[in-house]
Nanobody, 125 residues
Framework: QVHVVESGGGLVQAGGSLRLSCAIS????????MGWFRQVPGKEREFVAG????????VYSDSVQGRFTISRERATNMVYLQMNRLEPEDTALYYC??????????????????WGRGTQVTVSS
């Protein structure tokens, strides 16, 4: 069973940067997709970015394209989300998630199986 644990959230001023980390355990093969979603109270969970564990290809939501970068480090079973030029609208609880086996990188919450508890990101104006 795959487990994920997020870290790295915090309070940052608009225009600043944060890097979120996701520690993954329980991987048994390489055909996984890793994703980051975020959620604010009263709204549905929103796709942010995803990456293929095997091939490293990435996908982003339009709202973060060009500002956020997702990466993975297979040797240490880590996934990262580098967030630059943060905006107050990026304030949310950020979740790391995993899906496998798959050759795609889904953007839909229901296609992912393993979820962490989230890490809070707050961007002040």
């Amino acid at each position: 069973q795959v487990h994920v644990v997020e870290s790295g959230g915090g309070l940052v001023q608009a225009g600043g940067s944060l890097r979120l980390s996701c520690a993954i355990s329980g991987l048994t093969h390489s055909s996984y997709a890793m994703g980051w979603f975020r959620q604010v109270p009263g709204k549905e969970r929103e796709f942010v970015a995803g990456i293929s564990w095997n091939y490293g290809n990435t996908v982003y939501s339009d709202s973060v394209q060009g500002r956020f970068t997702i990466s993975r480090e297979r040797a240490t079973n880590m996934v990262y989300l580098q967030m630059n030029r943060l905006e107050p609208e990026d304030t949310a609880l950020y979740y790391c998630t995993c899906e496998g086996p798959t050759i795609r990188v889904p953007r839909v919450e229901s296609e992912y199986d393993a979820w962490g508890r989230g890490t809070q990101v707050t961007v002040s104006s």
